[in-house]
């Protein structure tokens, strides 16, 4: 800026600054440009103000930008005459006008190009500036014997509070003019308190807590006058509607001290006590949209009205209530024309319209203490006369009540014959009581009695749905099973392992839905018997790191030294909780790994508790975390953590609601620590008793138990009405090195024994015609008693084991549950061959019979003709990449006799050369669940073998893997 321009500032109306002033106020030497459009920037308002338009000149120290959402821009120019150059920008305080809560700010000196703060932009508010603005200050340099043009950019938070009081304060002066401001802030502080204390203590003594509005009513201006006195920049946009809100209240409550002083009632004033709840609701409703930032002028200038409108409303009543003669009431009214006054007073200063000095800038604050003034007098005045009025009540009840003694004595006969009365009246009553309890009792009866019908129709429909499920189920993992050991190509390898792990997900997703359902009805029973606790771990850890490798993470045991080996419980379900939660962590976990933690603490040997030992079990890992608020509703059945990771991971919400039960069914509780990022640890403590290493079953002992296949073939009849199953059935069996035989029905599986030997005998429980269970009878009645003691084993999609226990009171000897686990069968058969079932043959023929009649029909009818069982062989898909596969597959002459392929699993071979070995290879493809909320006992897939794309010759027989499936 040249010379000249500056000389021209100097003389029109620079602030000057010397070292004989402590605070210098600016107000009436600023110049305001409100922002009207984007086209008003800094350089536009330094342009104007260098050529005289300058904008619109301040006349006191306040400074108020209007009733307006508008930023505006404030340009002063400052000449330093003092010896200082570290100065302070302080936008005043509550006592000399400052309301205005500041949302941004921007502070630039023209002259010397320099900017002291700018929170318009993005960038965070410098640490150094932020006990200034505590204070509502800003430092500043101004050099010495210069002339500086300032320009300042303020927007506030609400149209409301736009005033301020802008001075300049030495720096090293700061801290005295902080401390002068506080001296007053502890002394008003104290005055709203002491009040406050006072109606708290009236409103004590007397027992009439109406008195608590007026605490109430000094707590919240003093709140307001907190939040004025020390907020200035506001980043959320709320301190400012915070301070409407307060306002709003303390007038909501000058309501309700209105309708409980004066006791107006609705029955006795319905249109001033609808008036007052009217005007209160109104006024809360508006102090609370005030927090809402950006709020319409329409709904501020509502407030205003209202704020007002409430004011008057309350001096109406209040003068009602004088012309009554209500007792405090001329105190009251009066106290309540002051605080409109002050409003009024302080409205106008704030805006302009009175000139600014200290007593009209803050008559809010000094009315305020005369309105308390008013409030104790009228308070008082009540009590007193109050007092008054209940003593002559009580001389009056006094003289009523010796009248009352004079009659009691006459009246004495006639209460005895009441007395009488009511006694049978009472006699009466309690016998209608008691017919009510019997009728409410009758009633909850019935309603236990519908209940207990509904949860059987709900388990029968269970039980009917994973029947329907499980029998198709079984024709398309066996059909998956059998494709996977033919030639395939890569990409067809793929498309298969999908459907199968699809299948096995879906069957888990069954089983969970079962399992709840046992646990829901009670149901659900838990084992008690010794196993090897270390072993079922490390097997866990083995069956799991497969799945663990494929992800590129770690699954381990920790182990403490005296966790004992063997233990009492059900290991059934505790391998169950531990592989969902291990299974759980590992699919949430990219990075690390999982790791078993198991230690034990023995208890005391003395008392009930003696060998027993509480076993901790923790599953750690360090995976994606799980939120605070998602940890409340983990354990809720059909519920995720978060939405998202059903849509990333899948589940149903099952999983972990039922190893909750579980564990709490074993009498303990499963809980959960975990922070997003760094991992989760889910654990659980078990009270567990030694177990003893003698009475543990062999079937856990031994891993590959009923594996052995040197049984040789044998001869088995299949009973399947459904074409898919049987096809499964007889290739299963025949790739095992057996002999099936396959029949559609009962009756026609009763032809097929009377007229041929068999070693043992499959049947679906739910034929047409006669059921599985109808012809296991007919079986056990023949009166050849070598084919009356075939082994039968039922096909069956009914898992609960009252079903199961059915088909062995009909002379069934074990149990298969749809779909069909090849490994299952294998062992199923295997351990026929040695004569061992789960329920035993007997030694003599003591089969449970039908009745005596059907029984006569049976051994008097006729042997059904014997339909010689054929099938149209299985065709694949036309155009499919399997029908691909066999047309390219080699022929005989190419490759050795036993291809991949193999023959179809439901024609007799016509080439005994090219027939399958007893035992030819098999791949297990074990579920993989693909939600975190699964606790289904299947294990996680198994790594596949890499296939070649020639077919392999003479393949090694490899075991069926050992791993238990539960259904």
Not at 100 to 109: G, S, Y
Not at 440 to 448: D, H, L, N, T, V
Not at 535 to 547: D, P, Q
């Amino acid at each position: 800026m040249n010379a000249q321009a500056q000389s021209v500032v100097r003389a029109s109306f620079q602030i000057e600054l010397n070292d004989t002033y402590n605070t210098v106020p600016i107000g009436p030497n600023t110049y305001v440009t409100k922002q009207t459009n984007s086209k008003i920037t800094r350089e536009y308002v330094i342009k104007r103000f260098m050529n005289n338009f300058r904008g619109e000149r301040q006349t006191q120290e306040i400074v108020n930008l209007g009733f307006s959402y508008k930023p505006a821009w404030v340009v002063f120019s400052v000449a330093n005459n003092s010896q200082e150059e570290d100065w302070i920008l302080n936008f005043g305080n509550a006592f000399n006008g400052r309301y205005a809560q500041i949302k941004e700010l921007m502070i630039h000196d023209y002259t010397n190009n320099q900017t002291f703060i700018d929170t318009t932009g993005t960038a965070p508010v410098p640490e150094s500036l932020t006990p200034f603005l505590q204070t509502a200050s800003v430092p500043v340099t101004i050099p010495r014997g210069k002339t500086s043009i300032f320009v300042v950019y303020i927007q506030t938070e609400t149209p409301l509070f736009r005033s301020f009081s802008p001075r300049l304060i030495p720096k090293e002066r700061l801290v005295s003019h902080i401390q002068s401001v506080n001296i007053y802030n502890l002394l008003l502080y104290l005055s709203l308190f002491t009040l406050a204390g006072f109606f708290a203590a009236i409103a004590i003594l007397k027992e009439d807590y109406s008195y608590s509005f007026f605490s109430a009513y000094f707590i919240t201006f003093m709140l307001c006058f907190f939040i004025i006195q020390n907020s200035f920049m506001s980043t959320y946009g709320m301190i400012g509607g915070s301070i409407m809100l307060l306002i709003c209240l303390a007038i909501t409550l000058g309501l309700a001290l209105t309708k409980f002083f004066f006791s107006i009632q609705k029955d006795d004033d319905p249109k001033q006590f609808s008036a007052l709840l009217f005007c209160g609701i109104v006024l809360s409703v508006l102090g609370i949209s005030n927090l809402i930032p950006g709020l319409n002028m329409i709904s501020h200038i509502l407030t205003l009205a209202f704020i007002v409108f409430s004011c008057l409303l309350i001096l109406f009543n209040s003068t009602i209530q004088m012309q009554r003669g209500k007792f405090g009431s001329p105190y009251f009214a009066t106290g309540w024309a002051v605080l409109f006054i002050s409003l009024i007073a302080t409205g106008a200063t704030l805006y302009g319209f009175i000139p600014a000095n200290a007593i009209t800038v803050n008559t809010l604050w000094i009315l305020l203490l005369l309105q308390a003034f008013f409030f104790i007098m009228a308070s008082l005045q009540k009590i007193i006369l109050m007092d008054e009025q209940n003593r002559q009540m009580q001389v009056r009840e006094n003289r009523q009540l010796y009248n009352a003694e004079r009659l009691k004595q006459s009246k004495k006969s006639a209460d005895q014959a009441r007395l009488l009365r009511v006694i049978e009246r009472e006699r009466e009553v309690m016998a209608e009581l008691r017919e009510r309890e019997r009728q409410r009792s009758e009633e909850m009866r019935i309603a236990k009695e519908t209940a207990d019908r509904a949860n059987d129709a709900k388990s029968a429909f269970l039980a009917v749905v994973s029947h329907e499920i499980r029998t198709p189920m079984t024709g398309i993992m066996g059909m998956i099973r059998l494709i996977l050991d033919t030639k395939l190509s890569s990409k067809q390898s793929d498309y298969i392992q999908a459907m199968q792990k699809s299948g096995d997900t879906m069957m888990a997703l069954l089983n969970d839905i079962l399992d709840f359902e046992k646990i829901e009805t009670g149901n659900m029973k838990l084992e008690k018997i010794s196993f090897d606790l270390l072993k079922l771990i490390n097997g866990v850890v083995t069956l799991m790191s497969a799945y663990a490798d494929e992800k590129g993470i770690y699954v381990r045991a920790d182990i403490a030294k005296n966790t004992p080996q063997y233990v009492m419980g059900d290991p059934t379900r505790i391998r169950q909780v531990i592989l969902n939660l291990i299974n759980n962590a590992i699919k949430f976990t990219e990075n690390g790994g999982v790791t078993i933690r198991v230690k034990s603490t023995p208890l005391p040997k003395d008392g009930s508790k003696a060998n027993h030992h509480e076993v901790y079990i923790g599953i750690e890992d360090t995976g994606i975390g799980i939120s605070q608020e998602a940890q409340d509703k983990l354990f809720t059945p059909f519920t995720q953590a978060e939405s998202s990771t059903t849509r990333q991971y899948g589940g149903t919400g099952l999983g972990l609601a039922i190893c909750k039960n579980l564990i709490e069914n074993m009498n303990s509780s499963i809980q959960v620590e975990s922070e997003v990022g760094e991992g989760s640890t889910f654990y659980f403590s078990l009270m567990m008793e030694e177990g003893d290493r003698d009475q543990i079953d062999e079937d856990q002992d031994a891993d590959t138990a009923g594996q052995e296949t040197d049984t040789g073939p044998q001869k088995i009849l299949i009973v399947e009405d459904n074409q898919i199953n049987r096809r499964v059935l007889f290739g299963l069996m025949e790739k095992f090195g057996h002999k099936p035989t396959a029949v559609i029905d009962g009756e026609e599986a009763i032809a097929k024994l009377s007229s041929e030997h068999f070693d043992l005998i499959f049947t679906d429980i739910n034929l047409h015609g006669m059921s599985g269970v109808e012809t296991a009878r007919t079986i056990r009645s023949m009166a050849d008693i070598h084919k009356a003691r075939t082994p039968i084993i039922a096909l069956t999609g009914n898992t609960q084991q009252k079903d199961i226990q059915s088909y062995y009171e009909a002379g069934m000897n074990g149990a298969l549950s749809k779909p069909i686990d090849p490994k299952k069968l294998a062992t199923t058969i295997n351990n026929a061959a040695k004569n061992i079932f789960d329920n035993p043959l007997p030694e003599q023929k003591e089969w449970p019979s039908e009745p005596e009649e059907q029984n006569a029909q049976t051994r008097s009818a006729p042997p059904p003709p014997q339909p010689e069982y054929t099938e149209e062989p299985y065709e694949p898909m036309p155009n499919s990449d399997l029908a691909q596969t066999e047309q390219n597959a080699p022929t005989a002459n190419d490759a050795p006799a036993h291809s991949e392929r193999g023959p179809s699993p439901i024609e007799p071979e016509s080439n005994p050369e090219t027939a399958p070995t007893a035992a030819t290879q098999t791949q297990s493809h074990e579920p993989q669940q693909n939600h975190r909320d699964s606790p289904s006992t299947e294990a996680p897939p198994l790594p596949e073998p890499p296939k070649a794309e020639t077919p392999k010759a003479e393949a090694p027989k490899q075991a069926l893997p050992d791993i238990e499936i539960k259904d």
